[in-house]
């Protein structure tokens, strides 16, 4: 007995013609929701993947102009730095050549203090040597001695200012 696997009758066309309406409803109200679902969760992530990028892009585009500013402060603080700096080397040189020039005014005033005290010394000097020479011409003149008597007192004396030794 041979048996036949399918048998073609009129169950088998109703069984097919049953799995088509079902395949059909199927696709229809569960098949297509869940491919429109899939195609629109397909769209999504894109879009997320694509806001993503945006995102990366604006976030380097903000993180070269981050980079630019600090590089721009930092040349800034540098300039501000070196400007302090010559300022401050210009102040002290300023005040070393201030202290230059006071030095220099009174090592001058001393100087012309030293000067002016040494001419009044000399006046002074001046002033005791003609006293000296009157007191000289005084005792001359009280002496009353002969020429050689004179010559003789007036070598005397000249030998003694001479052995005095007087500076200007």
């Keep these: 007995m041979h048996a036949e696997i399918i048998e073609l009758n009129w169950s088998f066309f109703f069984q097919i013609i049953n799995t088509l309406i079902i395949f059909f409803i199927l696709s229809k109200v569960l098949f297509k929701p869940i491919r429109n679902h899939m195609v629109k969760r397909e769209e999504d992530i894109a879009g ?14 903000f993180k070269s102009e981050y980079e630019e500013k600090l590089d721009e402060y930092q ?24 202290a230059q020039e006071h030095a220099a005014k009174l090592a001058l005033k001393a100087k012309e203090d030293m000067e002016r ?19 000289i011409a005084e005792k001359i003149l009280k002496e009353r001695l002969d020429q050689p008597g004179q010559e003789a007192m007036i070598h005397k004396i000249i030998k003694e200012l001479e052995s005095t030794k007087w500076q200007n």
């Design 75 to 98: 040349l800034l603080g540098r300039e501000i730095l070196q400007n302090a700096k010559d300022k401050s080397d210009d102040y002290a040189k300023r005040i070393v050549h201030e």
């Design 117 to 135: 005290e040494k001419q009044l010394a000399m006046i002074e000097l001046k002033n005791q040597i003609g006293e000296i020479a009157i007191l």
């Design 48 to 61: 997320a993947i694509d806001h993503a990028n945006q995102l990366i892009v604006e976030a380097e585009r």
